[in-house]
């Protein structure tokens, strides 16, 4: 059963800057694509990155230019690296990981922007 762990979250000013880690305990990491969502209060579940087995990138449009994702194959980790963030980033951030029908997800982290 994979399992991931997410951290980072946190409470920050606007125009600060967070990075959210995302672990997982599968030993073939570098087959899945992994990707970040969240959801505010009220809203439903949306993606804000996604980066596939091979690297590809996307984002939603809200967050291009200031989100950047990355992974690690060799730590099994995958990155969110937030810059410039704006009250309505403030939503529990869950990190996925899928290949073919199989998908999973993380705990959920919180991050709050507020001044």
């Known amino acids: 059963q994979v399992q991931l762990v997410e951290s980072g979250g946190g409470l920050v000013q606007p125009g600060g800057s967070l990075r959210l880690s995302c672990a997982a305990s599968t030993i073939v990491f570098s087959l899945y694509n992994t990707g970040w969502y969240r959801q505010a209060a009220g809203k439903q579940r949306e993606l804000v990155a996604a980066i596939t087995s091979g690297g590809s990138t996307n984002y939603a449009n809200s967050v291009k230019g200031r989100f950047t994702i990355s992974r690690d194959n060799a730590k099994n980790t995958v990155y969110l690296q937030m810059n410039s963030l704006k009250p309505e980033d403030t939503a529990v951030y869950y990190c996925?990981?899928?290949?073919?029908?199989?998908?999973?997800w993380g705990q959920g982290t919180q991050v709050t922007v507020s001044s």
């Open positions: 996925n990981l899928g290949r073919g029908s199989f998908s999973a």
